[in-house]
T-cell receptor, first 108, second 116 residues
């Protein structure tokens, strides 16, 4: 079948580093994306990995291992505004499927 | 327009009524998606349109749900004989992406449907 798994909640302290893991199971895999969604808002695109390795965009980095069907989102220098839900999503078979999301709480 | 536009932003209806939700994608975007998000949950894939190809309807939960896309642009999601479990935020997204591209979807603000 097709599925993604990610932790439901993560809590971290302002200024710290947090890693949100995602494992997936699918056929016809093209790439793994990450989206951020604040309460009441629309999901916004953060990053995309089509190849193995690390992609860095400012404070956010994303990693993919295709052989392990695994990826993660790394958030550095956490800020209070990073409190949101984070979704991993795979693109395959001409559509994008989302995980259930990880709720990140950033504490002062 | 500058972004994906959805209407109405909020819709309250009575059980058994039909509703139509509209999505106006970013100009030039060939791919259009509908997702459903219940409170505190993930995004449930409903349907995908790509250019003039037949849509991927594999996510539609029942035959009460249908969608069309006219002229490769505006899309309408129709829910017939609404049920209380249909209450959710319906999100539309569009993309320039073909399979294997950057994976970036642009989302609208959603239509919040409440079925009483």
């Amino acid at each position: 079948g097709q599925s993604l798994e990610q932790p439901s909640e993560v809590t971290a302290v302002e200024g710290a580093i947090v890693q949100i893991n995602c494992t997936y199971q699918t056929s016809g895999f093209y790439g793994l994306s990450w989206y951020q969604q604040h309460d009441g808002g629309a999901p916004t695109f953060l990053s995309y990995n089509a190849l193995d390795g690390l992609e860095e965009t400012g404070r956010f980095s994303s990693f993919l291992s295709r052989s392990d069907s695994y990826g993660y989102l790394l958030l550095q220098e956490l800020q209070m505004k990073d409190s949101a839900s984070y979704f991993c999503a795979y693109t395959g078979g001409f559509k994008t499927i989302f995980g259930a999301g990880t709720r990140l709480f950033v504490k002062a | 327009g500058a972004g994906v536009s959805q209407s109405p932003s909020n819709k309250v209806t009575e059980k058994g009524k039909d509703v139509e939700l509209r999505c106006d994608p970013i100009s030039g975007h060939t791919a259009l998606y509908w997702y459903r998000q219940s409170l505190g949950q993930g995004l449930e894939f409903l349907i995908y349109f790509q250019g003039n190809s037949a849509p991927d309807k594999s996510g539609l939960p029942s035959d009460r749900f249908s969608a069309e896309r006219t002229g490769g642009s505006v899309s309408t999601l129709t829910i017939q004989r609404t049920q209380q479990e249909d209450s959710a935020v319906y999100l539309c997204a569009s993309s320039t992406r073909l399979a294997g591209g950057t994976g970036e979807l642009f989302f609208g603000e959603g239509s919040r449907l409440t079925v009483l």
